[in-house]
């Protein structure tokens, strides 16, 4: 069985622009979360999604908002990018929300310039 | 105070010991704890997943969880170089169940 796939592996972005990343959760999985990992830290929690509903939301600006599609796949949205969000984005596919099981994605390696 | 806080390491422990890594957490309506596995450049692996007071054993892993101390713990048996990695405890509150909050990480080195 496929596990949770994320794209792209990498991105090179310059301040101010904006970015768009994706999400495919493991088939049957309906819920997904986005974690930022910065060097030498844990996954940040950004958001979680359910059946295309926000369930959580971590301590980010508005400039980031995601979204889930009916086949609960995902997009994280940037915008205005900061040489601060170069990070480690991670995606996560649980069965369902709540405190379960988070299985993560290859994760993408975002660089801001 | 972190809401969760492990020990960066890094921790040095000899082949064929028991590695103890160790986390303590913050929120006491925490609800779901998890042991992830992270080797450097890559994502995080569960590796382990405890909701109940006392030990639960998979293989050469064995968690262990203190609900009234606020403390986990993850033992390694038998301790090979491929568990030479950072380990993540993550903890899961009842008042936000839907976010999972992690510590920082314990590096761990197993010396041949």
């Known amino acids: 069985d496929a596990g949770v796939t994320q794209s792209p592996t990498h991105l090179i972005k310059t301040r101010g622009q904006h970015v768009t990343l994706r999400c495919s959760p493991i088939?049957?999985?309906?819920?997904v979360s986005w974690y930022q990992q910065v060097l030498g830290q844990g996954p940040q929690f950004i958001f979680q999604?359910?059946?295309?509903?926000?369930?959580g939301r971590g301590n980010f600006p508005d400039r980031f908002s995601a979204r889930q599609f009916p086949n609960y796949s995902s997009e994280l949205n940037v915008n205005a990018l900061l040489l601060g969000d170069s990070a480690l984005y991670l995606c996560?596919?649980?069965?369902?929300?709540?405190?379960?099981?988070?299985?993560f994605g290859p994760g993408t390696r975002l660089t801001v310039t | 105070q972190k809401e969760v806080e492990q020990n960066s390491g890094p921790l040095s422990v000899p082949e064929g010991a028991i590695a103890s890594l160790n986390c303590t957490y913050s929120?006491?309506?925490?609800?779901?704890f998890f042991w992830y596995r992270q080797y450097s450049g890559k994502s995080p692996e569960l590796i382990m997943s405890?909701?109940?007071?006392g030990d639960k054993e998979d293989g050469r892993f064995t968690a262990q969880l203190n609900k009234a101390s606020q403390y986990v713990s993850l033992l390694i048996r038998d301790s090979q170089p491929s568990d030479s990695a950072t380990y993540l405890c993550?903890?899961?509150?009842?008042?936000?169940?839907?976010?999972?909050?992690f510590g920082s990480g314990t590096r761990l080195s197993i010396r041949p």
């Open positions: 405890i909701y109940s007071n």
């Open positions: 929120d006491r309506v925490s609800q779901s």
């Open positions: 993550a903890v899961s509150g009842y008042s936000s169940a839907s976010k999972i909050i």
């Open positions: 088939s049957g999985h309906k819920s």
């Open positions: 999604y359910y059946e295309k509903e926000e369930r």
């Open positions: 996560a596919s649980s069965l369902a929300a709540g405190g379960g099981e988070q299985y």
